[in-house]
């Protein structure tokens, strides 16, 4: 590999750990040819991908909800990467609820890693997918782990409550729409916040907005 050139691209945030993956990656594969780089806009990400000059993609998850882009342009921009062989796409997983991360497993990303695991495995993930492009998707052990956890299933009227809420109607409203108590209403909300292990309202509106983006 020692007159390998590699791309590395990472998208939309800097995160300081992308720098220490390039200096690790280059020691392991013993390569002078390793670039980091960010391209300035969506469409020249697409095109560069398109055009087989990306090698690695890093991503954040945070990065695909924190609202900069459109959820349009996110899924536009999965739709590429994802089934892309000629790029291997690494996601770190950040304060995702494993039935999110569930769909995120589906979305064909080559490495699924937490920014908690070891930079050596993240290293050993990386050289396989390099060397064998066709390679199944790599899910490191902690996501395998938060996966694992077992969780109750939301029943459908849960489900009807949480999906009420995300289009903008209030507990009085949905007690209304349903022809329910609003004691009932409350008592399925907070049910449903507690299987998801949801502790406030800010944690239950970036589930259903994160939840929203993976239905469509």
């Known amino acids: ?36 780089h960010h391209l300035p806009n969506l469409n020249a990400l697409l095109s560069a991908v398109e055009n087989n000059k990306i090698d690695i993609l ?6 695909l909800f924190d609202g900069f882009f459109h959820e349009t342009e996110i899924r536009k921009m999965l739709s590429v990467i994802c089934p892309h062989q000629r790029t291997v796409t690494v996601l770190f997983a ?4 494993p039935v999110l991360l569930r769909k995120m497993v589906s979305s064909g990303m080559n490495i699924l890693i937490s920014p908690h ?13 390099i060397a064998s492009p066709h390679a ?11 996966l694992q956890h077992s969780s109750d299933e939301l029943t459908t009227k849960e489900w009807e409550v949480l999906n009420l809420i995300n289009q903008g109607y209030s507990l009085s409203q949905i007690a209304s ?18 299987k998801l292990h949801l502790a406030n309202e800010s944690e239950l509106q970036r589930f259903l907005h994160q939840n929203t983006f993976f239905n469509h």
Request: glycine share 0%; with cysteine.
């Open 136 to 146: 199944e998707p790599y899910i490191s052990q902690t996501i395998k782990e938060l």
């Open 1 to 36: 590999m020692q007159n390998m050139t590699l791309n590395i691209t990472y998208f939309h945030k800097y995160f300081m750990t992308y720098d220490l993956i390039t200096t690790c990656l280059q020691r392991e594969l013993q390569t002078h040819y390793l670039r980091l």
């Open 177 to 194: 729409k349903k022809c329910r108590a609003m004691s009932t209403v409350s008592t399925q909300k907070r049910k449903a916040m507690d």
């Open 58 to 63: 890093l991503i954040n998850s945070s990065c």
């Open 94 to 97: 950040q304060n995702m609820k």
């Open 117 to 129: 695991d070891t930079a050596h495995e993240l290293l050993s993930a990386l050289t396989k997918a």
